[in-house]
Nanobody
Framework: VQLQASGGGLVQAGSSLRLSCATS????????AAWFRQAPGKGRETISC????????YYADHVKGRFIISRDNAKNSVYLQMNSLKPDDTGLYYC?????????????????WGRGTLVTVSS
């Protein structure tokens, strides 16, 4: 499975961005998908994830109410709508996927990763 993230850019605080992640795999509905972020000088963190049939979704506390993860299984794609962006949201955003194994989408090891897309939020 190959993943390609896009949609990053330089925006001002308070703006919105929509990240997209296109995958090459089939049966995308059987994969959990996630967005991770690596901020400058920090480790990678899970921003949001969702199981294949959208029956389980996770958001990091600091993005709840501002970010929305969605997916279009017919298009083998997952998205991250980011609203009310803050300078602290700056970082390299990665999408990732893993075949579901009867568990949630948070804290699992993701097998497939795309290259990151850079989001820079200026104050």
């Amino acid at each position: 499975v190959q993943l390609q993230a896009s949609g990053g850019g330089l925006v001002q605080a308070g703006s919105s961005l929509r990240l997209s992640c296109a995958t090459s795999g089939r049966s995308f509905s059987s994969y959990a998908a996630a967005w991770f972020r690596q901020a400058p000088g920090k480790g990678r963190e899970t921003i949001s994830c969702q199981k294949g049939k959208r029956d389980w979704t996770y958001y990091a506390d600091h993005v709840k109410g501002r970010f929305i993860i969605s997916r279009d299984n017919a298009k083998n794609s997952v998205y991250l709508q980011m609203n009310s962006l803050k300078p602290d949201d700056t970082g390299l955003y990665y999408c990732a996927a893993v075949p579901e194994g009867g568990y949630g989408c948070y804290g699992v090891v993701y097998d497939y990763w795309g290259r990151g897309t850079l989001v820079t939020v200026s104050s």
